[in-house]
């Protein structure tokens, strides 16, 4: 049957699309029947083929073509042993666009639908869904079961015209695409006019980060906030231990600053525990394998970081870095960061102005001694939580005596200096 392709084992819904209207779909229609029955499928697929079929047939009148759709055409697209009666065709022709329109009858509406069926989406993530929603309807003003692909596209042109990088152009696009995607799969819109969107790759790459050099990390560890008892209001004491953290577990950014006072727990038999994961209200990880319990380097205890521990937990604290606000999409890290970044360039600060390094450099740097001491790649993948590439490592775990045994491995090209935590103590 012209109209059916088998995938995997399920059957899918193909048809090719005129050449005067591959500007608007692309070169072809595909749709998952999401069965693998064929007779069922090929019920759906005749009722397909027969709907745009006549939409082809009334859109290529749009584009000013002088004869309607050939009947050579229709011998390609249809089945020679099937037909449908002209006002079966015409009926479900007027019941092409009649879906849900609370769902479909704007970007906004479509949206809220997908934000429902994606409950564990974080504040962060929808927000930047939210901002391309916006931009694209003050350029776009259809409802999602109007747009062609020359709208996609429109859109594309103008990101990359106002200066946008490639890669965030791509990421944009690509929320239209998935939001599309949603009500394709639920059966809203015919087809998701976003899917497949090609981007324009930029001539000259981005600049990549880098591990901090051993100059870098003296600048930074002996800069004014370490040799002294000098803080800033707006991060306290994390600007202290946040990126001497970072340096020795290799951790994200936020999985620092969101870690409560409870995530840093002493083993009879393993030492001092550092652990991340998502089971406290308002925790987040990035991925699966960002669960992890990484053993802290004895480096670090040795610059008095046990001692702030107890402060906090004394103090009666929940979070380790209470100073740390989170900002409206819950991130506790946002501020710390932008504060990081200031103080890494200014000539106050560290004066390290190579763009290259930034406070994840921490982590690049993180690998490469893990790397340097021979550490392999499986354990310092768990140190980091970052994701096996063999099916074999998604089976078992790695045991914590191997990840003490990898830490203890790493040697470190530089000192901390025992900390002050508060006046007077040590």
Known sequence: MPFLISHHGTYWFQIRVPNCLNNRYGRFIRQNLQTSERA?????????????????????????????????????????????PIAETQKRSNSISSTDSSVTGSMDNLLAYWRKLHPECSPSTYGQFA????????????????????????????????????????????FIGTMLQ????????????????????????????????????????????????????SVGEAAIWVPRLALVTGARLEEICQ?????????????PLMRISDEGKKQRIKTNSSRRTIPLHSMLIDAGFLGYVKKIEQKGHEWLFPELEPNLHGKRGAEFGRWFARYLRSPKGCHIIDRRVVFHSFRHTFKTLCREAGISEEIHD?????????????????????????????????????????KGEK
């Open 40 to 84: 069922l499928a090929q019920q759906l697929a005749y009722q397909l083929a027969s709907t745009w079929l006549n939409r082809f047939s009334i859109e290529r009148q749009d584009v000013l073509i002088e004869t309607p759709l050939a009947i050579a055409d229709i011998s390609f697209y249809s089945d020679q042993n099937h037909t449908q």
């Open 131 to 174: 901002s391309v929603v916006k931009e694209f309807r003050k350029l776009i003003k259809k409802a999602p079961n109007d747009l062609v692909r020359t709208d996609i596209s429109a859109f594309r042109d103008h990101l990359f015209t106002s200066g946008l990088a490639p890669a965030t152009v791509a990421k944009k696009i690509s």
């Open 182 to 233: 949603t009500a394709f799969d639920a059966g809203f819109i015919q087809q998701n006019v976003a899917r497949g969107m090609r981007i324009p790759k930029k001539k000259v790459q981005s600049v990549r980060r880098r591990a901090f050099s051993t100059d870098e990390l003296i600048t930074i560890f002996t800069s004014s906030i370490y040799n002294g008892n000098k803080r800033f209001s």
């Open 382 to 422: 768990a140190l980091t939580g970052h994701v096996g590439t063999t099916v074999g490592r998604n089976y078992g775990h790695v045991p914590l005596s191997a990840l003490v045994d990898g830490v203890s491995r790493i040697k470190f090209p530089i000192q901390l200096a025992k900390t002050v935590t508060e």
């Open 259 to 271: 870690l409560k006072a409870t995530d840093l727990t002493e083993d009879a038999s393993y030492g």
